[in-house]
């Protein structure tokens, strides 16, 4: 049973960092590409950054760029979303999903590649 757990959330004041983790059982995350996503109530489910295909090529969101940074540890089965210079409008459930390779790279910042998708972990921001 493929499972997707993400842990590494919490509260942290604006211009701080966290480091989400997404861990991966009944499944080879280096074989996948990965995604993170966010959402807040009432809102779509909106995609942050990815690592995708072989080569691990990484692509962000206008609002992300040069704050977060995607990357992932084979030997562990993980992938880790690096969140720095956090803002209060980063507050959100965050999410990690994995897809097969072979889209294009910017739709892995959509959620139509992906089948499989963790449960969540909040990130709350204050200012």
């Known amino acids: 049973q493929v499972q997707l757990v993400e842990s590494g959330g919490g509260l942290v004041q604006a211009g701080g960092s966290l480091r989400l983790s997404c861990a991966a059982s009944?499944?080879?995350?280096?074989?996948?590409?990965v995604g993170w996503f966010r959402q807040v109530p009432g809102k779509e489910r909106e995609g942050v950054g990815c690592?995708?295909?072989?080569?691990?090529?990484?692509l962000y969101a206008d609002s992300v760029k040069g704050r977060f940074t995607v990357s992932r540890d084979n030997a562990k089965n993980m992938v880790y979303l690096q969140m720095n210079s956090l803002e209060p409008g980063d507050t959100a459930v965050y999410y990690c999903?994995?897809?097969?390779?072979?889209?294009?790279?910017?739709?892995?910042?959509?959620?139509?590649?992906?089948?499989?998708w963790g449960q969540g972990t909040q990130v709350t921001v204050s200012s």
């Open positions: 999903a994995a897809a097969p390779f072979g889209y294009y790279a910017k739709d892995y910042l959509t959620k139509s590649p992906y089948d499989y």
């Open positions: 690592i995708t295909h072989s080569d691990d090529s990484t």
């Open positions: 009944g499944y080879t995350l280096s074989y996948k590409a």
